[in-house]
């Protein structure tokens, strides 16, 4: 997998621009820090006191892009996806890219790899305004918005332990979905109020 890093071992790359496909980076880590990718065959190094540097990913051939992702959030992503750096796809993280629809987004592009409803309905509930790209060939074959419905099931473990859906019971976790964005669930069993927090300590 070739996982761009910082010096810190986070996948991250800063730019101002993007597309759904392919996307671009701009004056990156002027301070002169090293950006890595996780292969011996490419590492990226900026000078210090280089100035501006653009920094272009290419587009990929099949797979997903996942745009409009809250910013800060594309590493809980990976994790919802399950990459850890062991599955051999080929992934590209951008994080704190300028937006027009909001000041900062993240955006992760996965190859050969489609995803599948149970994924894009936890993307939802850390990035309600997420946008799942479908690309094929290089276009862009499907492109739909994540949407949480009035209620979830079996998505996330309530976090009162004494919940009847945590009893051993064959008793399926049911929320109400009472806000996306902050995002506030409510127990259907025990009322139990959940917010995003609560939600990202399962991933």
């Known amino acids: 997998m070739h996982l761009i890093r910082d010096v810190q071992n986070l996948a991250i790359l ?3 621009k993007s597309d759904n496909v392919g996307f671009e980076c701009h004056d990156l880590f002027k301070s002169g820090k090293e950006l890595r990718v996780k ?3 490419e590492v990226i190094e900026l000078s210090k006191g280089s100035g501006a540097k653009d920094l272009y990913v290419k587009k990929i051939r099949n797979g997903s892009v996942i745009d409009h ?3 800060g959030h594309a590493l809980d992503v990976l994790k919802i996806l ?3 750096g062991g599955e051999g796809h080929i992934v590209s993280v951008a994080m704190n890219v300028s937006s027009k629809a909001a ?3 993240d955006i992760v592009k996965v190859e050969n790899r489609e995803l599948k409803p149970g994924e894009v309905d936890k993307i ?3 990035a309600p305004s997420a946008t799942i790209n479908i690309i094929r060939d290089y276009e862009v074959a499907e492109k739909t918005r994540v949407k949480l ?3 979830i099931r079996g998505i996330v473990r309530c976090a009162n332990p004494a919940c009847v859906s945590n009893a051993g019971e064959p008793v399926e976790p049911k929320f109400l979905v009472e806000r996306q964005d902050p995002l506030r669930l409510r127990c259907f069993y025990c009322v139990r109020i959940m917010e995003k927090q609560d939600v990202l300590k399962q991933f």
């Open 14 to 16: 800063l730019g101002r």
């Open 39 to 41: 292969d011996e065959l």
């Open 69 to 71: 992702i809250s910013a």
């Open 124 to 126: 939802a509930l850390i």
């Open 149 to 151: 419905p009035e209620s």
């Open 103 to 105: 000041s900062k987004k």
């Open 82 to 84: 399950g990459i850890d």
